[in-house]
């Protein structure tokens, strides 16, 4: 059922082009080939946070990796190894289990990271999102540009933020397959994220749990009119769900899950999945022709351009 203790670690993950997919099992004659002909890396960025009695803890880290994962295959693009504890908006905080990083010491952290993958020789670099921490993402991407002097294409962007037109369909009554349906809108731990991890890691859930414990509801201090919800897929909501301060979980979601778990399905995950790779891929694909390895647009600044009157010498003051 389970795999052997140590097999991600210790056994290479190749892609279909026989090369390994991740970053720390590469020697450095490896890494030197693998930018030479593909300078593309995606950094998972995730977290460890509850999500309910019959999710793993890191189930946003898991999603991320595991779809990273199978981009690379496909692509033969590089994975660098996952940064699994994330930043968290202040009602996450309090539920055991959620470890939660301050959003500007994950930026910090997150730019660093960057700066040195850019350096290995990795000119496109992707910070893969998987947990609701899309509004600190960018400042790491600035800093890195902007304080870190890096010279790469640098993308932000979440494994949602590809599917946002299936996910708008929920509780529409419109299928998303043929034969599959998502009944309620994309939160938390709820019906479409327990779906995705129960389709990438099954043996990670608890099913009985989940069919016994996986019900709670959804309480809003403000109507869902007014506020998107996760992954912020309805584009006409005044607020995202992080404008807001909101009802703190630890009070009304003590379980560490929102809304209607028991109503995920492997089956949906696998749509969602499989759509946010095959976008994905042809993405990739078009940024590797069109910017080929050790080729990007501008995308940093020479400070000293700025200042066409900086003086070049000086003299001192006159006796």
Known sequence: MGCAIGSRWSKPVLDRYNRKIYLDQMNTSELEEKVRE??????????LEAHGPFAPLGEDTIIGVSIAERVAYETGVTVAPPIPYGSHPSHHYGIPGTIPVRATLLAEYVAEVVKWLSNAGFKKIFIWNSHGQEYVLPIAKDLAIVEKGVHALILVTSWWAWVQDILRKAGSGEEVAPGVRI?????????????????????????????????WGVYRPLPARWVNTAGNVFTDRPFNWYDVSSLPEFYYYRKGFVGYANLADPVKGRVLVEKVVERVVEFVEWLKRSYPAGRIPRTWIEFEDLYFDKPRSWCEPKG
């Open 183 to 215: 009944e309620a809108p994309f939160i938390h731990a709820d019906e479409v994220e327990t779906s995705v991890v129960w389709y990438l890691a099954p043996d990670l859930i608890d099913e009985d749990k989940l069919k016994r414990e996986g019900e």
């Open 38 to 47: 593909n300078d593309v890396v995606f950094l998972p960025v995730g977290s």
